[in-house]
């Protein structure tokens, strides 16, 4: 891929749009929430962050993951439309904003019933605390990985040249950051794991190996 196909394929007054849209979510989110959205940067390196925050009632539903899940929904429709423009143009047409919001509606609506079922399992086997803790861990990690790759995300929309060879890194950056997520999701909640491993194997099966096989079965 290189920018002039993208551009083909792309209207980059809308996608400036959406950029802009993005930088404003997390400026109101650093005007709001300066000190939590510092400690999220650095959730990685520093345990404060969920020491701190997995107390809050609401635990899931607040006005600083509610802002910061637009932005990490946006960032994820990006992604995969860059991806969908170099390996399955003909799935996006000459309607590409049409063909971002339909993702973009995609991923809310894949995370709302990720979540319900994840709950439901949590109800079903006597640990919704449990499972809303986890929960909160991994969208948190999966807010902090969204917020590293932006940058990224960028350039591989405004450089002329070599633009793909930063999506690829993009997408290299991210799949490492899920990678590092999982195991420090694990590693924190090693003891829940531990008494109900059953369970957590259900729970992994359903939430995170299933819908992988599906998206995989739709690329393909």
Not at 2 to 21: E, G, P, Q, S
Not at 52 to 77: C, D, H, M, R, W
Request: charged fraction near 15%; hydrophobic fraction near 60%.
């Amino acid at each position: 891929m290189n920018f002039l196909k993208l551009n083909l394929l792309l209207n980059n007054d809308w996608i400036t749009i959406v950029f802009l849209v993005v930088f404003l979510l997390l400026v109101a989110v650093k005007l709001i929430y300066k000190e939590r959205l510092f400690e999220l940067l650095i959730l990685l390196f520093s345990k404060k962050y969920f020491l701190k925050y997995s107390k809050e009632t609401p635990l899931i539903f607040n006005g600083f993951n509610a802002l910061l899940f637009i932005v990490l929904n946006i960032i994820l429709s990006l992604i995969i439309l860059v991806f969908t423009i170099e390996y399955k143009p003909e799935l996006i047409g000459s309607h590409s904003f049409n063909f971002f919001i339909k993702i973009n509606m995609g991923v809310a609506l894949f995370f709302f019933f990720r979540f319900l079922l994840g709950y439901a399992l949590g109800v079903l086997f006597e640990a919704k605390q449990q499972q809303l803790l986890l929960s909160f861990a991994k969208i948190n990690y999966l807010f902090n990985s969204a917020l590293i790759v932006l940058p990224f995300l960028l350039f591989t929309f405004f450089i002329k040249k070599h633009n793909f060879l930063v999506f690829q890194f993009t997408l290299l950056l991210f799949s490492t950051l899920l990678i590092i997520r999982y195991i420090f999701v694990f590693r924190t909640n090693k003891s829940l794991i531990q008494k109900k491993w059953f369970n957590f194997f259900l729970y992994l099966c359903a939430l995170e190996i299933a819908p992988l096989l599906l998206i995989l079965k739709i690329v393909n």
